[in-house]
């Protein structure tokens, strides 16, 4: 089984940014794609990126559409990140990375999840 652990949650000013880390290690690390949601308490736990492991391709749900970016390391094949700009109040929520062993998809069907890291946003 694939360890994930992210890193990089805070406290953040509305409109600055932050950049989230996902680690993998352990297991055979070899995903169809890697996914990041996010949950508040209370609520479900939402898609917010989504990138496919061969070809690169990535998906964002529309609210963070312009404002964040998912992307690989150019050379470490264990890490993603989530590079979150214009944040704002409502981002504020626990953050968590996935894999996905087989296929694709913005819903919560992945293999192996992080812990979460938190993220706050303030205006």
């Known amino acids: 089984q694939v360890h994930l652990v992210e890193s990089g949650g805070g406290l953040v000013q509305a409109g600055g940014s932050l950049r989230l880390s996902c680690e993998a290690s352990g297991g055979t690390f070899s995903p169809s794609a890697m996914g990041w949601f996010r949950q508040v308490a209370g609520k479900e736990r939402e898609f917010v990126a989504s990138?496919?492991?061969?070809?690169?391709?990535?998906?964002y749900a529309d609210f963070v559409k312009g404002r964040f970016t998912i992307s690989r390391h150019s050379a470490k094949t264990t890490a993603v990140y989530l590079q979150m700009n214009r944040l704002q109040a409502g981002d504020t929520a626990v953050y968590y990375c996935a894999c996905k062993v087989s296929g694709w998809s913005r819903g919560p069907e992945y293999d192996d999840w992080g812990q979460g890291t938190q993220v706050n946003g303030y205006s």
């Open positions: 990138s496919r492991w061969s070809g690169g391709t990535t998906y």
